[in-house]
Nanobody
Framework: QVQLVESGGGVVQAGGSLRLSCAVS????????VGWHRQAPGEQRESVASITRGGSTNYADSVKGRFTISRDAAKNKNTVYLQMNSLLPDDTAVYYC??????????WGPGTQVTVSS
C-alpha cells in the first residue's frame, strides 16, 4: 500500500510560479515511477511529468522547459516535487500525483487545484 498527498496548489497570475509537493508514504521501496498528471474541466486526465526510481525524468511537450520534477528521498522524507514556472492559463487544472509500483499496481493522491489567471 502507498499513500500520496499533494499540496502546494493555489491561484497564481500568468507568468508566475508554483511548487507542488507529493508526500509519499507506505511501501515506497516498491515504487517504480512517480508521476504528476492534471485534469482540466471537461478534459481527460493527462500526464505532465514523471520520475523513475533510477532518476530518469519525462515531460509532456506542453510543459518542457517550464516544469521540473524532482524528488527528496532522504531518510524518513519521501517527497516528489513539481516546480512550475512561466505558468499559463492553460495550465489550470487539478494536479494529481500517482505512483506505479514494481508489480504495476497504481495509486493516486486526491489532487490539488492550480488556477492560473490571465
Amino acid at each position: 500500500q502507498v499513500q500520496l498527498v499533494e499540496s502546494g496548489g493555489g491561484v497564481v497570475q500568468a507568468g508566475g510560479s508554483l511548487r507542488l509537493s507529493c508526500a509519499v508514504s507506505g511501501s515506497s521501496v516498491s515504487i517504480n515511477v512517480v508521476g504528476w498528471h492534471r485534469q482540466a474541466p471537461g478534459e481527460q486526465r493527462e500526464s505532465v511529468a514523471s520520475i523513475t526510481r533510477g532518476g530518469s525524468t519525462n515531460y509532456a511537450d506542453s510543459v518542457k522547459g517550464r516544469f521540473t520534477i524532482s524528488r527528496d528521498a532522504a531518510k524518513n522524507k519521501n517527497t516528489v516535487y513539481l516546480q512550475m514556472n512561466s505558468l499559463l492559463p492553460d495550465d489550470t487544472a487539478v494536479y494529481y500525483c500517482n505512483a506505479r509500483l514494481l508489480n504495476s499496481a497504481t495509486y493516486w493522491g486526491p489532487g490539488t487545484q492550480v488556477t492560473v489567471s490571465s
